[in-house]
């Protein structure tokens, strides 16, 4: 059973940075493609970043320059790199992963390129 597990939000202040991490636990394939999404409670999840089998990375403009997305296919974890957050990243964090049935696999931003969702991980930014 594939389980993603999150680590590493908290608070901030406006302008610092965080660091999250997602570790994949019972996967064999070490190249899965990822992504983050975030979701502010009464709105709809949005993609924040992806990284593609072949390792590319995608971003939403919204974080585009702030953040940086890479991952450790030897420890099959994926990180994501806040830096300058804003009080507008607030929010919960989760990371996503396609099942190997997935024919749509590695959308963004769409969702439906994931079927495996860590447990979330909440960032704050204060003004």
């Known amino acids: 059973q594939v389980q993603l597990v999150e680590s590493g939000g908290g608070s901030v202040q406006a302008g610092g940075s965080l660091r999250l991490s997602c570790r994949v636990s019972?996967?064999?394939?070490?190249?899965?493609?990822m992504a983050w999404f975030r979701q502010v409670t009464g709105k709809e999840r949005e993609a924040v970043a992806r990284f593609d089998r072949g390792g590319s990375t995608t971003y939403a403009d919204s974080v585009s320059g702030r953040f940086t997305i890479s991952k450790d296919n030897a420890k099959n974890t994926l990180t994501l790199q806040m830096n300058n957050l804003k009080p507008e990243d607030s929010a919960m964090y989760y990371c996503a992963a396609p099942t190997p049935y997935n024919l749509r696999a590695c959308s963004f931003p769409e969702e439906y390129g994931y079927d495996l969702w860590g447990q979330g991980t909440q960032v704050t930014v204060s003004s």
């Open positions: 019972g996967s064999t394939d070490n190249r899965l493609c």
